[in-house]
């Protein structure tokens, strides 16, 4: 898919790796996973993201993270220069990885540090400071901690979360989970009750990194649920009639990102959005 794009081939948008960032008064942001691209994202969106009030500053006042993969960290050394420490919250688990196998948070201690606030597991609603209008869930997920996690193999409570946002003002509700590898029974009412859903769209086959020639792993034994077929996400979103839908955290192997292909089209017949850099949701 990136060689279709380059070469002019395939009716497609270039993306950088995926995260999103959430807002009450579109001055104060709060980050969910730092993409290796945030420097990037930070320059494309500074209308919103670079308040310029001192040297140095950025609109990010904290930083979620839903797991410990390298995709969702490692732009966290992009923010190092920060004069204060990060404000970051994650589980026990990741905060674990970000110390041992990926020691990003090792790293950061040596220029901004790190505030870590931990993330509160079993469905205990939480705020963070400067978004009191904002009620946010850590919803544990089944998917699969990193290669380099010391429990890659023995899965530990909070390897992997979504979040849930409820804004008091104006009720809107997101759900976003951009790594899911099985739809467990106390996700049912994120889903039903959402206004939007940002959910893994990252493989359309299970088997689709063997077909494209670049992996051998499946997307289930990666820890992500294919959207087609029987039991994929299509057949699962289907059941939720009210939520705005939208795949996130695509793979470059997903003929989705094809603009023109038979896979967007059966997205769009069922509905289904397809994330691109820039996207601004309004809830």
Request: charged share 20%; net charge negative; hydrophobic share 35%.
């Amino acid at each position: 898919m990136c060689a279709g794009v380059r070469h002019g081939a395939i009716q497609a948008q270039p993306r950088t790796q995926s995260s999103i960032a959430i807002s009450t008064d579109q001055v104060n942001w709060l980050l969910i996973n730092a993409s290796p691209d945030i420097r990037t994202q930070l320059n494309t969106l500074h209308t919103y993201l670079q308040p310029e009030r001192a040297l140095r500053d950025t609109g990010i006042k904290a930083v979620l993270l839903a797991d410990s993969q390298i995709d969702h960290t490692t732009g966290l050394l992009i923010l190092r220069e920060s004069k204060q420490p990060l404000e970051l919250y994650c589980t026990d688990s990741v905060y674990e990885d970000l110390t041992t196998g990926f020691p990003v948070f090792n790293m950061l201690e040596h220029y901004c540090g790190v505030k870590r606030h931990t993330l509160p597991l079993n469905q205990r609603a939480f705020s963070v400071t400067g978004f009191e209008d904002l009620r946010i869930t850590a919803v544990e997920l089944w998917s699969k901690a990193p290669p380099y996690s010391p429990h890659r193999c023995s899965p530990h409570q909070g390897d992997n979360v979504g979040f849930w946002f409820a804004d008091l003002k104006t009720g809107g509700k997101l759900f976003y989970a951009p790594g899911l590898g099985v739809i467990e029974n106390h996700l049912i009412p994120y889903f039903a009750e959402a206004t939007c859903v940002l959910v893994d769209g990252t493989c359309w086959t299970d088997d689709e990194m063997s077909q494209r020639g670049v992996g051998h792993k499946t997307a289930r034994e990666m820890g992500h649920l294919p959207q087609s077929g029987k039991g994929g996400m299509i057949e699962w979103l289907n059941q939720f009639p009210q939520p705005r839908k939208i795949l996130i955290h695509i793979n470059n192997t997903n003929p989705i990102l094809d603009e023109y292909s038979t896979e967007r089209a059966i997205l769009t017949q069922a509905g289904i959005e397809v994330a691109s850099d820039g996207l601004l949701v309004e809830l």
